[in-house]
């Protein structure tokens, strides 16, 4: 048997929606966006204010956006987001093989590709997924 009171039981919807109603002022489903609709003023403003948009913590510029020659880390590491695998490169490893002006974004997808496992043969499936970070 259980320890509820008699009387206990599960709210319903309605009551449950009743504290969102209150916080929000009114319906928050009423303004739903469809996949065909235009995005909003303000979520485009949020975009383009986000900081980490375009450079990283304190304005500096993101790592993976940085040429090889930029990139002050000794060590540099790329992950796979899909298979999990962690690839690590010395800087100056880095710099022979891809060059000094080479983005380091576009090095470490190299990297990624070169040493690849999983192929399915289909161009959109194939490779890996860099996670700079």
Known sequence: MS???ASWRLPSAKQMEKPLFEAVGSNPFARAFGPSDDMPAEYWDAVLRDACADAGSGGQPLVR???LSEISQHVLRVSCTRCGRIVDIH???ALRL???RAIWKDAAQKLLDNT???RT?????DG???SFG
């Open 116 to 118: 690849c496992s999983a």
């Open 98 to 100: 891809y060059g000094p």
């Open 3 to 5: 320890d509820r009171p």
């Open 121 to 125: 043969g289909r161009y959109e499936e």
């Open 128 to 130: 890996c997924w860099p």
């Open 65 to 67: 956006t940085l040429r």
């Open 91 to 93: 800087k100056a490893d």
